[in-house]
């Protein structure tokens, strides 16, 4: 099955989803969207009342904001995929509660496997959590780090910005890194790429030479 696939499956799954008590008051699901081969994947925490009407991740006040942070890094909003740690809307905005994000996580991480980002940025200290556990985001903000497979960079969401304006020059601030650290991500990335090749290409060789020294004894 191939990630667009893949995704679309993720998404119906979500749709009819009943896992958590979430599903209770929802209007629409919001799985995310964005291209299945998208190098850069943007977390969120949850989707808002606008979110929630149409089914679609960071389209209010927040989400305009967002166009402006990706068009600081020379990107389109159609260039990410973007997303939320849970895929229905919390009541009155509040933080996911632990069942709810465990719940969600199941599709969020198929999700993450499907389009196999080089970098994942998390938006605010909710998604932030999921791959930085007990680190505080004023410590962490625009920096990129390895986390397993892949490169995290966390920052604070734009809603954040919102309503503290001291916020918004520190994210356009961050943005404004992210083609610096998307070509190191790419380098790296290609680098343990070539060396993961050359490890198989060592296995096979020394499985093909023991059939022959097998037969000179």
Not at 53 to 70: D, T, W, Y
Not at 127 to 150: A, L
Request: aromatic letters at 4%.
């Amino acid at each position: 099955m191939s990630a667009q696939d893949n995704l679309v499956q993720i998404a119906s799954e979500v749709s009819t989803c009943t896992n958590c008590i979430l599903h209770k008051t929802r209007i629409k699901s919001v799985p995310g969207e964005g291209p299945a081969n998208a190098e850069i994947m943007l977390i969120g925490e949850g989707p808002g009342a606008t979110e929630n009407e149409f089914g679609r991740p960071f389209i209010g006040s927040a989400g305009k904001f967002l166009v402006e942070l990706l068009a600081q890094a020379g990107l389109k909003r159609t260039d990410v995929w973007i997303c939320n740690v849970v895929k229905c809307r919390p009541l009155d905005n509040r933080d996911p509660l632990p069942d709810e994000l465990a719940a969600c996580n199941l599709y969020l991480d198929r999700q993450i496997e499907a389009i196999n980002p080089k970098i994942i940025i998390t938006l605010g200290r909710i998604s932030m959590g999921k791959f930085m556990p007990g680190v505080k985001i004023t410590q962490v903000h625009g920096q990129m780090r390895r986390v397993g497979d892949r490169f995290v960079i966390a920052m604070f969401h734009p809603a954040a910005a919102l309503h503290q304006a001291a916020l918004k020059p520190v994210l356009l601030a961050d943005f404004a890194k992210l083609p610096q650290q998307l070509e190191a991500a790419r380098q790296e990335l290609a680098k343990l790429s070539a060396i993961s090749d050359a490890v198989v290409r060592v296995i096979n060789d020394s499985l093909e030479e023991e059939p022959k020294q097998m037969k000179l004894l």
